[in-house]
């Protein structure tokens, strides 16, 4: 029956889809072909690699998205967790304070991060006033703020497919463990664990996927040993005027995303397709 509604619904569904790829598609036909001077040079690519500044930003943006990625899956997953023992009408109504982050303009939440986390910031000035002496944590304007601003924009995307993996477990298994005298710990860890795993990998890739081309957070909330690649091209098109560079280190963000971007599909794609 799903499979005849898919069908159906083709005819609607292909204007749209159209018009998407041509919106997604002519962009990316024009940057790998000034990428290559029109096709006739591979001279910016071998400029950008032997570059100390590209090699540093390629490093730096691994970097961060790994840690990000990494501490966003820990924190989504405490929330899935949280959210799967909980009634179907509560987990509902909580649902909502997970998609609050995407309600808000990352560049409203970065500047909104800039005021709670400043050296004059809520954070310490709190601190200030619970300790009675002056306290200015580094908190933005390095690593530590570019780990927050990514991981409150990252973490939802996480809780989404673990939730996921958690709510098709069978409830049977959890009391046929405890049946068997699991204390709660070690039903976490062999049951629990083992059969979310599908979720975190789709989760974790996601994240890794969209902290790739991050751009906003590390401008606005990072330093200067924080430039990430998509920050390198907008220096190469706005203080360099050289698009042939810019366009080149494009390409490369560009097929690092699609080598995360395509086992996360696959993994989605079963996931749903076991649901």
């Known amino acids: 029956m799903t499979v005849i509604a898919s069908k159906g619904a083709g005819p609607f569904i292909a204007p749209a889809a ?21 096709g006739t040079s591979a001279e910016a690519f071998a400029s950008i690699v032997e570059s100390n500044l590209f090699l540093r930003a390629m490093r730096t943006t691994m970097e961060v998205s790994l840690l990000a990625s990494l501490i966003s899956v820990v924190l989504g997953y405490v929330v899935a967790l949280h959210l799967a023992r909980q009634s179907a009408r509560r987990r509902a109504a909580l649902m909502v304070l997970v998609l ?45 703020g570019v780990m927050v601003g990514m991981t409150n924009y990252l973490t939802p995307l996480v809780v989404f497919p673990v939730l996921a993996s958690l709510l098709a477990i069978d409830p049977a298994l959890y009391r046929a463990a405890e049946i ?29 996927v969209m902290s790739l081309g991050f751009f906003i957070v590390p401008a606005l909330m990072g330093g200067k040993q924080d430039l990430m690649l998509a920050n390198l091209v907008d220096f190469y098109t706005r203080e360099v005027l050289d698009w042939n560079i810019a366009s080149a280190v494009g390409v490369i963000l560009f097929a690092l995303v699609a080598i995360f971007a395509v086992p996360a ?11």
Do not use: C
Not at 30 to 37: G, P
Not at 182 to 208: D, E, H, M, N
């Open 180 to 208: 068997m005298g699991a204390k709660p710990a070690r039903i976490f860890l062999t049951v629990t664990l083992p059969l979310s795993v599908p979720g975190v990998l789709a989760g974790a890739l996601s994240a890794a």
């Open 18 to 38: 159209i018009l998407s790829l041509l919106v997604a598609l002519v962009p990316l036909i024009f940057i790998f072909y000034n990428s290559t001077a029109g």
């Open 265 to 275: 599909t696959l993994l989605r794609s079963k996931q749903q397709g076991g649901h």
């Open 100 to 144: 609050l982050p995407f309600w808000t303009s990352i560049l409203v939440k970065s500047y909104a991060f800039t005021i709670i986390l400043g050296r004059e910031g809520i954070i310490n000035g709190f601190l200030s006033w619970a300790t009675g002496i002056d306290v200015a944590l580094p908190l933005i304007f390095n690593r530590v």
